[in-house]
């Protein structure tokens, strides 16, 4: 194959990747996005995984892309809707209760199990929201670069997120210290005394976190989960008619409008470097493509491990890069039900707002912790939780695209196994299958349907999610969220501003500034880099 030339090359059709591109297109650049796979939306894909039945592969459900990538890539225009749960969450109990998330009966279901925790969640809420107003603008901001050189862009930058900070007072400050450094059980133990409470509000902090809700730095994954939105209604989650591939299909749609080239099967196999700039890449078959721009919307670990080469970069970076933390406890499955499960704490296998919830198993932060020194430990096995945390989310009740009349999927994001097995256990290959059906026998234990229901599934060990979505270690958020991988040192310092190592190259993944999540900001935010590197200024 002939060297041909772009103006842009972007490594990855992920949706930040997509987002990137049809931004600079936009712009009046020419694009190139290379997905190694034979469809484009990365984690955000919607596929057959039994026969007759499609789910979101990866990613699952909808609240924080952002309203300007919205409005700016007109999603809507191209077919994009998305629908809210009835309410956020159900969590069946082990003595036969359930506790109930949301909506407008929300805190007399909260005083069932404490008169003074349903009196202090309004202030709890409040508390978040303070934050969240100043956060959720700093989100599409360029952190400041913090380099070796004097720039003087570094110190504009930190003015305005000074001027950004200064809108909290000093209580709303000092609660932004606490979510930053705090774990969310300390946090939630402080606000609340009820178990199921705290459960239901720290499922968040271990969302992909492979980590106790007691580890400090938790809080801040909690508030990771709290910035989006649905239909303009704040910290609500929802779901994508058409599942979340309908999101970058739409994507995909206003890049080619745009007149971006979108090439699939076209694995990438290492950037180009001429005289210490990245010029291109070379692809698995050999070829050669050249641009002046090259973006990664890829794991910044897989970048710098795998596509650039190691003496391209200096030393030092290379070393924190090995150290860059990747690591999620994540097994995810897609699931093909006959019926809808029939729960002991809401029987009936007929259609209830309950279903249509995010249904959690795992009653106590507690059992979050416990589930977590399972998997760390690898003690009573290779390496999973005796008792996992699982969330159910069943798709099909809210969208009937998505599996055969009077048939159901659900989504199991499943949460703790250890990415790493012991040694000597035959790896995640030889366990897959067993800790399957862990999963769907934690399930069952709450809805003694469940198991004789499941037709067939898919999953995904941590393994899985590496090596078919080049999440590194399993990890959803491309490197973990904690304060010394977060807004300036994301994924390292001195590549904050979404510049790489080298020039003419730029990340625009999870990995960068505000991290994981269907978002779309990584991907805003370093398209409006590299224009402005250019000169030109970012379009809508």
Not at 37 to 46: F, K, L, W, Y
Not at 179 to 191: C, E, H, V, Y
Not at 266 to 280: F, I, K, T, Y
Not at 480 to 496: C, E, I, T, V
Request: neutral net charge.
């Amino acid at each position: 194959m002939r060297a041909t030339s772009s103006d842009v090359l972007i490594i990855g059709g992920g949706h930040n990747g997509l987002v990137c591109a049809a931004y600079l297109a936009g712009a009046g650049l020419k694009v190139r996005v290379l997905e190694r796979r034979g469809i484009v939306g990365g984690a955000a894909v919607t596929e057959e995984f039994f026969p007759g039945f499609r789910n979101s592969t990866a990613s699952y459900t909808v609240s924080l892309l952002n309203p300007a990538v919205i409005r700016d890539l007109r999603l809507h225009q191209h077919g994009l809707r998305v629908v809210e749960r009835p309410y956020a969450n159900f969590l069946p109990l082990p003595d036969g209760n359930a506790f109930r998330l949301g909506g407008e009966h929300t805190q007399r279901e909260v005083a069932k199990w404490s008169l003074r925790d349903a009196e202090r969640l309004p202030a709890y809420y409040a508390m978040l929201d303070r934050v969240v107003v100043v956060l959720r603008e700093l989100m599409q901001r360029t952190p400041p670069n913090v380099s070796d050189h004097f720039v003087l862009a570094d110190w504009i930058g930190s003015l305005a997120v000074g001027r950004q900070l200064k809108r909290l007072d000093m209580a709303g400050r000092r609660d932004l210290l606490d979510l930053f450094t705090k774990s969310a059980g300390d946090l939630l133990d402080n606000w609340f005394e009820s178990e199921p409470l705290k459960a239901v509000l720290g499922w968040d902090s271990v969302v992909g976190n492979f980590a106790s809700p007691y580890t400090p730095g938790s809080a801040y994954v909690l508030l990771h989960h709290v910035f989006g939105e649905v239909n303009g209604k704040q910290g609500s989650w929802g779901h994508a008619i058409g599942g979340m591939g309908a999101i970058t299909r739409a994507m995909a749609l206003e890049c080619e409008a745009r007149g971006v080239a979108i090439q699939t099967d076209a694995p990438v196999e290492q950037v180009l470097v001429e005289d210490g700039r990245a010029v291109g890449v070379r692809m698995a078959d050999g070829g050669e493509l050249h641009a002046k721009t090259v973006i990664a919307n890829v794991n910044p670990k897989l970048l710098y491990q795998r596509l650039v080469p190691r003496d391209a970069v200096d030393a030092d970076t290379g070393e924190r890069i090995d150290l860059y933390r990747c690591a999620s406890g994540t097994f995810r499955m897609n699931v093909a039900l006959s019926e809808l499960p029939d729960f002991t704490a809401a029987p009936g296998t007929q259609l209830q707002p309950h279903h249509q919830s995010g249904i959690l198993i795992g009653p106590s932060l507690q059992y979050f912790e416990q589930a977590y020194f399972d998997a760390k430990s690898r003690v009573h096995n290779p390496g999973w939780a005796r008792q996992p945390i699982v969330e159910l989310v069943i798709s099909s009740t809210l969208d009937d695209t998505l599996a055969p009349p009077g048939q159901h999927v659900a989504s199991l994001f499943c949460q703790q196994v250890n990415p790493e097995l012991a040694e000597g256990s035959g790896g995640w290959d030889a366990h897959r299958d067993t800790v399957a059906n862990l999963m769907i026998d934690t399930v069952d234990a709450y809805a003694p349907n469940f198991r004789r229901s499941v037709l067939g599934y898919k999953a995904l060990s941590p393994l899985d999610l590496e090596r078919e979505l080049g999440l590194v270690g399993g990890d959803i958020f491309h490197g973990a969220l904690s304060l010394d991988q977060m807004f300036s040192a994301r994924p390292l310092l001195g590549q904050g501003n979404y510049r790489g190592a080298l020039p003419g190259l730029y990340l625009c993944g999870s990995g960068t500034h505000p991290g994981g999540g269907v978002t779309g900001l990584p991907g805003r935010n370093a398209a409006r880099e590299v224009l402005r590197d250019r000169g030109r200024a970012l379009p809508g």
